[in-house]
């Protein structure tokens, strides 16, 4: 079994309301920062600690924290990012809806760290019901002294409030989310100003992921130190997988990133292996937008080593033959899956939430859609797997907002890997309309893509 330092209490009955959450030892770190830290030094335990941000990109917390600008007389902001749209990824919903005190608790100590008086969830508007939840946790903490003015007698002062989205993937982008938060259309900002110096309404602002914010928590607890022991290398601590697709369990579960990809699928504890005995064949193991990985690629890298569920052995080769821990949403194929399928249904996913700003983006995902449906329904040509590739290549890296690219990985990955599927379906333009392509060579010992 391993290390729980978020889910650990998720089964408690009634943790999701104040007295049994407190009765558990909940706000714990909250007192421990008022009466004994000041705010650097609680950053200073976040940075200790290691810990990446959680929402995709993994960009270590404390060093945001320590970039925000503190311009004398300048209010400052943390917002929560628990928009949570990319597909095969809800692992935030999970946090939020059965332990909403820990996401509460950790923002209370970020905000302290921050100077953020006013602290805004902004919550993806199909998490309807979530809202309900948080907003009851909120009312509690504060009748019991935890928000509001003079937080228990410490002269520091902290709201926070909820802000549901309208259903668009795109305000998860942080500064489009901070578009959306300020009454606007949620459209992607040009980078710089980050929103460290300018965010909401101009002023200062961290936006940082629920799972992020929830582990303020457990390193306050035990310290930075003993939290960087937990996990591997840069991969410290903890990590939320939402596992899903061709599984026998899917669901949410929390490792401490030392285990192989291998154990995460198969074992008992996390997966349970694949649904009704059938073979694995890809798996995107980071949320949709990551690079889907062959069998074969996945439970061993390039080099033939053991590949652990971590985000450096998970990025391990690169693209070329890697691919990325991403916001943890495990999608399994098995070999009854037809990946050209699976990129088109992405692909027209990317196209629907592209925001239109910019010509590559906005063109290109809706070219990527028409050629993918065509290849999938048996109406392609040979010269249109070339096309893609050329057309996703010219998206990746010339846009403002990586949906750009987070809608050309999962193309470009699945003709590297997976191009004898695209061509099959080129040639057999009938037989494709009514079988898959199967597992073919990907299950097979280690296949390196050129
Ligand atoms: C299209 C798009 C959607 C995103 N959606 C989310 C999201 O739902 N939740 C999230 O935390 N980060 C999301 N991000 C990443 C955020 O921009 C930002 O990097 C993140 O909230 C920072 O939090 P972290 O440092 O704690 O990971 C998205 C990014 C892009 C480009
Ligand atoms: S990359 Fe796409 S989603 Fe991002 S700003 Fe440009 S058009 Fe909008």
Redesign the pocket.
Known sequence: MGVKLLLEKAHVEGIRHYDVYRREGGYRSVEKVLKTMSPDAVTEEVKKAGL????????P?GM?WSFLAKPEGIPRHLVC??????PG?FK?RYLMEFLPHLLIEGLIVASYALGSNATYIYI?GEYAWITDILENAIAEAKANGWLGNNIQGSGFNCEIYVQRGAGA?????????IESLEGKRGN?RIKPPFPAVKGVWDRPTV???????AAVVPIINMGGDEYAKIGVGKSTGTKLISACGNINKPGVYEIDMTISVEEFIYSDEYCGGIKDGKKLKACIPGGS?VPILPANLLLKTAKGETRYMNYESLSDGGFATGSMMG?GGFIVLDEDQCVVKNTYTLARFYRH?SCGQCSPCREGTGWMEKILKAIETGKGKMSDIDLLWDIQRKIEGNTI???G??AAWPVAAAIRHFRDEFEWHVKNPQECLTRNYGLAHYADPIHVPV
């Open positions: 990446r941000g959680r929402g995709g990109a993994g960009f917390a945001k990012n628990a928009d949570e749209s990319e990824t935030d993806r993937y795109i305000c998860g982008e942080e500064t489009a989310l992607p936006v940082n992921n629920v799972e992020t914010l937008s916001s939430e907002c990586p949906l690219d987070a």
